[in-house]
């Protein structure tokens, strides 16, 4: 197994799961603060390691029209925040362009590369250079045997410290299919492998000039990743998924006073699943 750690957090498809959560896009400094708090205080009590998740940008909206998020200069300041008040706490976030990597890689631990961006080889590269733990997620179009070559190339820059992410494969038009065989397929070479819950349900373009979604079926495609033997969980979560001040993915985030719940019940699950994994 390819094992590394994220501050004292071990990554790895034989450890418990690391549970990546929080709003999709970051609608303020109040907002994202209070989001850390009931997220830690959450997995605090739940024994559940924990990285922070929030996008300052949102580049690939579906409609012109769409909000975006507070921008590259106000999301430095609110990570820088975040780790202030809440003791170097790890954060993971989106990136979009190279010189993205540059801005982010003294405030936040984990780079994740949007599955629309998973082969472009310069942000891979760019990624790669920072040192930081990166978190790849597949294209919809890619077959899960692909991601061996996006893995390999982040690696022959230099940077092993890699994780894939599925997020679900393109099924006709505006929907989405898991593939569970592709999990044990990315897992084969060590590969620490998240399970992006909520993406899963999401419904693309469905509602024409935004993406739709189904999350209620989160938690199930959630319990079925970890019983296998995955590395975490990717999660987006919000206190009003569908209320007006919501940037993205409202139809397909889970409610945050429904995670609790949900996380109890994963965390069974993992047990089942570190205890018999499925490999190939």
């Known amino acids: 197994m390819n094992t590394f750690k994220i501050q004292n957090i071990e990554v790895s498809n034989d450890k418990p799961f690391v549970l990546l959560a929080g709003p999709c896009a970051m609608e303020s400094m109040e907002h994202a603060l209070e989001s850390v708090k009931t997220l830690k ?46 003791n170097n706490i790890p954060i993971v976030t989106d990136i979009h362009l190279p010189e993205h990597c540059e801005a982010l890689k003294d ?23 920072t040192g930081l733990a990166i978190n790849v997620k597949k294209g919809q179009f890619l077959s899960p045997q692909e991601m061996e070559n996006v893995i390999n190339k982040i690696k ?18 505006n929907n989405l ?30 509602k024409g000039a935004t993406s739709g979604g189904n999350s209620e079926f989160a938690p199930i495609l959630a319990r079925c990743a970890l019983s296998i ?7 987006e979560t919000h206190e009003d998924p569908m209320g007006e001040q ?35």
């Not at 924990?50 to 998020?69: E, L, M, P, Y």
């Not at 891979?124 to 250079?129: I, N, S, V």
């Not at 022959?156 to 038009?173: H, I, K, L, P, Q």
């Open 41 to 86: 205080e959450m997995t605090d009590r739940l024994g559940i390691p924990f990285i922070f998740k929030s996008s300052f940008d949102k580049a690939n909206r579906t409609s012109v029209n769409s909000k975006r998020g507070v921008g590259l200069e106000e999301g430095v300041k609110i990570f820088r925040e975040i780790k202030k008040q809440f």
């Open 107 to 129: 405030v936040v631990d984990v780079l994740q590369v949007p599955a629309f961006l998973c082969r472009q080889s310069d942000l891979l590269k760019a990624a790669a250079d």
């Open 156 to 173: 022959a820059y230099g940077n092993d410290r890699v994780m894939a992410c599925e997020r679900g494969t393109s099924f006709g038009y």
């Open 177 to 206: 299919v898991n593939d569970f065989k592709g999990i044990p397929v990315m897992a084969k070479e060590g590969t620490p492998v998240i399970f992006d819950a909520t993406h899963s349900c999401q419904q693309p373009g469905g």
């Open 229 to 235: 033997g995955i590395a975490g969980v990717f999660v």
């Open 246 to 280: 919501v940037i993205s993915d409202g139809p397909n985030m889970i409610p945050m006073g429904e995670l609790e719940s949900v996380l109890k019940t994963l965390k069974e699950f993992d047990t089942l699943g570190k205890r018999y994994p499925a490999r190939i």
